[in-house]
């Protein structure tokens, strides 16, 4: 079983940034296709335009910043 809706990359890029905003990690997100660099992120310090593989990275940087001290807490 796959937590991906999407089954593409593109997809799954776009669904992580999605999570990220609906968790409020991220301020907003606008995805325009045609451009070439497609997704806009929002953050505090401004709008950061990103290629996919930019945004793949930056999605795994941010869950890893948001939730890495929760992960490594012991009960």
Do not use: C
């Amino acid at each position: 079983m796959s937590i991906w809706a999407r089954g593409d990359r593109t997809g799954r890029v776009g669904e992580a940034l999605l999570m990220l905003e609906g968790q409020g990690i991220i301020d907003g997100l606008e995805i325009l296709p045609a451009e070439e660099k497609p997704y806009r992120v929002r953050v505090p310090a401004g709008i950061v335009h990103m290629d996919e593989d930019e945004a793949s990275m930056f999605a795994l940087g941010a869950v890893v910043g948001a939730f890495g001290n929760v992960a490594r807490q012991r009960a």
